[in-house]
């Protein structure tokens, strides 16, 4: 029996990168030993515990819309490296290409149009595999935009956050973009275009602090670490100790921050009948 350790970005399998039948994994979270390609095929969720591992932008996206239905969007908009800020010998530009290259997106925001069970409506997704889908200036303008399109449209905005919050290699330009996505959901608000926020894990940080709490209706996968600052930083900051699973979705849904916790099996038929309900067309 073959076992593989659980990286950072283990639940990004892929159905291009099956394994053969009969290779086994370890579930990080109950330990168990599960069919990896069970796995995939489970929408890259243990069937053993109902832990959701992480996925990509792209096949979120695949795996949610009518087949052939979606259009990608303001994919010209790239990250730019104005501060040369450089860790070690590595430059910001350098980074870009190595999370372009680990990730294959061009930035860790991917948007666009497409169908789901009959409807159309404006979609975004976050990939944490690009620098842990932190928000820069390229991310901030690709939201705003997509927003833009949903106003002119009349369309649902639906977008499923996963991000370690803003991107520190573009300094203020990234905490810019709080205010810049804030601002295009009071747009959208004002339009009476509905945004729907889906907080899988990990929506962190600043990205957390401004758009994604701000949905109409707020959805959040099962288990997913949600909050601004981490736990650790908290407990020292403020020399408290804070409750078990106090950053995780049922805690948020507990004390009303998230409206309904989704299973991502049950995510289509939700989101589809949700934007049918408030369809501004």
């Not at 979270?29 to 243990?46: D, P, S």
């Not at 695949?62 to 990250?79: Q, R």
């Not at 889908?133 to 905005?157: H, K």
Request: glycine residues 10%; proline residues 3%.
């Amino acid at each position: 029996m073959t076992f593989f350790k659980r990286s950072k970005f283990a639940g990004f399998i892929g159905e291009k990168n099956k394994v053969p039948d009969g290779v086994w994994m370890k579930c990080s979270n109950c330990k168990q030993a599960v069919y990896r390609n069970e796995v995939v095929e489970n929408l890259q969720v243990c069937p053993a515990c109902n832990f959701h591992f992480r996925i990509g932008a792209q096949e979120r996206l695949d795996k949610l819309l009518d087949e052939g239905t979606f259009e990608e969007s303001h994919a010209n908009i790239g990250a730019a490296d104005p501060l040369h800020f450089a860790v070690g010998k590595e430059t910001y530009g350098e980074r870009l290409e190595r999370a372009q290259k680990e990730s294959g997106m061009d930035e860790a925001l991917l948007t666009g149009s497409g169908m789901l069970e009959g409807h159309r409506g404006i979609f975004g997704a976050m990939d944490a595999r690009f620098i842990m889908a932190s928000m820069g200036s390229a991310m901030g303008e690709r939201f705003y935009r997509a927003a833009m399109d949903a106003i002119d449209q009349r369309l649902c905005f639906v977008c499923f956050a996963a991000s370690g919050g803003a991107r520190m290699q573009e300094g203020t330009l990234a905490l810019m973009q709080m205010a810049k996505t804030t601002d295009a959901v009071r747009q959208m608000n004002e339009a009476a275009v509905p945004f729907i926020s889906v907080l899988t894990d990990a929506t962190m940080g600043g990205v957390y602090a401004s758009f994604t709490s701000l949905g109409d209706i707020i959805i959040a996968e099962p288990q997913a670490n949600i909050g601004f600052a981490g736990k650790r930083l908290i407990e020292s900051a403020l020399k408290v100790k804070l409750p078990e699973g106090f950053q995780s979705a049922e805690y948020q849904f507990k004390n009303g921050f998230v409206d309904r916790i989704v299973k991502r099996s049950e995510m289509r038929p939700f989101l589809g009948k949700l934007i049918a309900y408030m369809d501004p067309q």
